[in-house]
Structure formats: C-alpha cells, structure tokens
C-alpha cells in the first residue's frame, strides 16, 4: 500500500493528463474537501482510481490523438480553475526540454510515475486558465532514473525545474526581441492610405498583412504588440477586437453593440486608432468615428480567412 501525505494548499480542481504514443487519458474531478491528498513519488497504476473519479463526479476519457505532434510541441490552454491542479504525465523515455507558463506564480513541482516522469502545476493565482507551450525531448540525462534511484532527495527535482524555467525564460527574452524587429517590417508598407491595406485573419493567432509593392507577411499577436504581458502568452483586448472585425468584414453595426458594453468598445477602438497608425505609420483614421447608421467601420480591408475546417484545441 502506498503512503499518501497531504499537499499544504487548498485545491479546488484536478486534471490530470497521461500521454500514451497515439492518444491522450484524462480525468478530471472536484475534491470536496479542502485539503487534496495525492500519492507521492512511487505512484501506484493507476494514478487516479475510478472510484476516487466516481467520488467527486468526475469524469475519466481517451481522446484519439497524442497530446504532442510529431516534433514534441503541444500548445493549448488548461481550464485548471483557481486553486486548481494540473498534472501531466509525459510518455515512457521522454522529459520536458522547454516550457512557457501564462503566469510564473504557477508552482511546478516533479516527480515519477509508473514508468514515466510526472509534472505537476498548481495555480495559486486568480486566473481560471493556464496557456502552456511545452516541448518535449528524450530524456538522454536519465533524469526519471536519476530521481526513482533517490526519491528522498529533492536537489535533482530542484535542479532540473530550474534548468526548465531558466531555459524557458531566455526563450522568451529572445521571442519578444525578435517580434519587436518583425514588427518593424510592417512600417515598410508604401500604402499612401488605409484603403489600400488588407488584413486576412489566417488563425486564431495570427494575420497576414497585404498592400502594394509590399511582400505579403504573416504577424501573431505578439509581433502586432498585442500580448497582454499580465497574462503571458496571451492576446490581449486589441487583438480581440481584431478578430471581431475580421470575422465580420471590418463593421461592428449598431445591432451588435448593447449600451452595456458601448463605452467599452469605443474605448478599445481609440487603442486600436493609435496603436494602428504608430505601427502601420500611415496617417488618417484606420476606423471611421461612430455612427448611428453604420457603427464602426474600417478604413482598412479585413477578413476571416481561417479554414472552415479549423479546430480549437481539444482542452477545455
């Protein structure tokens, strides 16, 4: 019989991930209590037993596709809830090479499962998602080795989450530079005005920007200055508004906007003026001022050209 102990926080949500070669074991439950207990190094199989899920009604399913594709990248958000536990148990052999958390008050902490390494995400904070990007890699350090020979020492666990935060942090540093230069190109546009630019919303996260003599190029979110750094690597509200204008073809009609929320939208489409007209360097007004008859309508052109076959991450 294993021996459990008691994690010092309070948890409201688990979800726990197991990664098999072609599709992905979930579960996810509620615990009544405050107080969760989970087993420590040395997990027994399997590491969430149906009767537990049954407890606290949840739920416990396969999903037809590996949660990594074929070069060990996954990206998606986690609907892990305040005060929620995540925890993702990586195929037999492999180890986390680098990872991106949305918020770095996340605590990561690691441990060994029947046959593989097991990471877990605890989230104190009061965000009810966590966006993970995490890239997986063989683990030729022994690492899962390394930790079941000694599960009573806690240096090695220690020293290779730093090794994962530190590396991830430099990743970072040197994305948010890059995207700073390609920002730039955008100012290489020759458009005399607005109207002669076109922007396609190619996915969730990205655009492509078209105009004469400048050769067609994609943007995400972050390269447009879009990111909410409060939230990681999140878009934040003008990236958001880029989106509803695409997918309605650069008008937002007086029928979509309720009096609650008219202030709001007209404060988000000033931001968007000024950010526009520094970032693109064309003068005039990107969007035209309100009108009672037509709402807001774009002097520039924009549109949804995301496949109609496109997904949303499987995660809820």
Same mark, same amino acid.
């Given at each position: 019989m294993v021996n459990l102990f008691i994690i010092m926080f309070s948890v409201k949500n688990v979800?726990?991930?197991?990664?098999?070669?072609? @599709?992905?074991e979930i579960f996810n439950f509620s615990p009544s209590e405050d107080t969760y207990f989970y087993s420590p190094n040395g997990l027994n199989e399997p590491l969430i037993p149906d009767k537990v899920i049954k407890q606290y009604d949840g739920t416990r399913k396969f999903v037809g596709s590996p949660l990594f594709n074929n070069a060990g990248i996954a990206s998606f958000l986690c609907e892990i809830g305040k005060k929620g536990l995540y925890y993702l148990i990586l195929p037999e052999g492999k180890i986390i090479d680098q990872l991106i958390l949305s918020k770095s008050e996340i605590d990561?902490?690691?441990?060994?499962?029947?046959?593989?390494?097991?990471?877990?995400?605890?989230?104190p904070t009061e965000v009810e998602r966590l966006f993970l990007d995490i890239r997986i890699a063989d683990d030729?350090?022994?690492i899962y080795q390394t930790i079941k020979k000694n599960p009573k020492d806690i240096s090695f666990p220690s020293n290779e989450i730093d090794r994962i935060i530190n590396s991830s942090n430099q990743k970072q540093i040197k994305e948010k530079n890059s995207s700073s230069n390609k920002s730039k190109e955008i100012k290489h546009l020759k458009a005399k005005n607005w109207s002669q630019v076109t922007i396609e919303l190619v996915s969730d996260d990205s655009i492509l920007v078209?105009?004469?003599?400048?050769?067609?190029?994609?943007?995400?979110? #972050?390269?447009?200055?879009?990111?909410?750094?409060?939230?990681?690597?999140?878009?934040n509200q003008l990236w958001d508004m880029v989106e509803r204008l695409a997918v309605n073809n650069g008008k937002i009609s007086v029928d979509e906007?309720?009096?609650r929320e008219r202030s709001k939208i007209e404060k988000t489409i000033q931001r968007m003026r000024t950010h526009f007209k520094t970032l693109f360097g064309i003068e005039g007004m990107p969007i035209n001022r309100y009108s009672k008859k037509h709402g807001y309508v774009t002097q520039f052109n924009?549109?949804?050209?995301?496949? #109609?076959?496109?997904? @949303?991450p499987f995660l809820e």
């Open positions: 979800i726990v991930h197991r990664c098999h070669p072609s @599709q992905l990561l902490s690691l441990y060994f499962s029947g046959k593989s390494l097991l990471y877990s995400f605890y989230n030729e350090r022994k078209k105009a004469p003599d400048f050769k067609t190029k994609r943007f995400n979110y #972050t390269d447009l200055g879009m990111r909410d750094d409060r939230r990681g690597d999140m878009p906007i309720s009096l924009i549109k949804d050209c995301r496949p #109609t076959s496109y997904n @949303q």
